[in-house]
C-alpha cells in the first residue's frame, strides 16, 4: 500500500490506526475518531451542506483506508464508519437517510479499493445504519433501505461482479429486518 501524502486526510487516517491499535475495538475508535473529525471538519468550513458531504466522503476514505491497513475485518470496519457518520451528522444536526445512502455508497466504493470483501461491508454498513437509525429519529427498515440504496449505487458503478456480491449479502434478515435489497427497490419505484 503507498502512503499517502501528510494532511489532514493521513491525519484522521493516522488517528484511526491509532485508536484501532489502543483500544483493540474497531467500531469504538472508528465512531469516536470519525465523529470528531467530522464534526472539526464543518466547524472549520463554516458551511455544512457541501463541506459536509465532501467531509464525509474524505473521512470515509481515510476510516476504511486505516482499517484495512490494520487488518480489520471490512464488516466491522463498514459498521464503525456508518455509526461514526450518523454520529457525527448528528452533531452537526444533518443526519438524514440520504446521509446513510452516500456514506453506504462510500464504503462499498472504498471497500472496493483497498480490496476488500464487499459483502461483509455490506452487511456491516447495513447492520450500523440500522443501529443508528433510531439515533436519527428513523426506523430501522427506511435506514436499512437507504444502506442498501447506497450499496448498490456504489457497486454498479464497481461492476456487476460487486453488484452480485452485494445483492447476495442483503438478502435474507439483516439485523432483524428481512430482504434488505428487495425493500430498496420498492423504495425507489415509490420515490
Known sequence: MTQEPGGPLAEVKDSI??????????????????ANSLVNAV??????????????AEVVRSAIRGSSEVGEDAGTAAKGVMLGILQGTKEVGTATLETISATAKAIIK?????????????????EGAIEGAKDIGVSAEEAASAAANGLLKGAGDIGDTAVT??????????????????ESFKTDEAG
Not at 17 to 34: C, L, N, R, S, Y
Not at 165 to 182: F, Q, S
Request: glycine share 14%; aromatic share 2%.
Open 110 to 126: 472504498e471497500t472496493s479499493e483497498v480490496g476488500g470483501n464487499l459483502r461483509a461491508a455490506a452487511k456491516g454498513a447495513v
Open 165 to 182: 456480491e452485494v445483492r447476495d449479502a442483503l438478502t435474507g434478515t439483516i439485523a432483524g429486518v428481512k430482504d434488505v435489497w428487495k
Open 43 to 56: 466547524e472549520k468550513s463554516g458551511s455544512v451542506g457541501t463541506a459536509l458531504t465532501s467531509a464525509t
Open 17 to 34: 490506526v491509532a485508536a484501532i491499535k489502543g483500544a483493540g475495538e474497531i467500531t469504538d475508535a472508528v465512531v469516536d475518531t470519525f
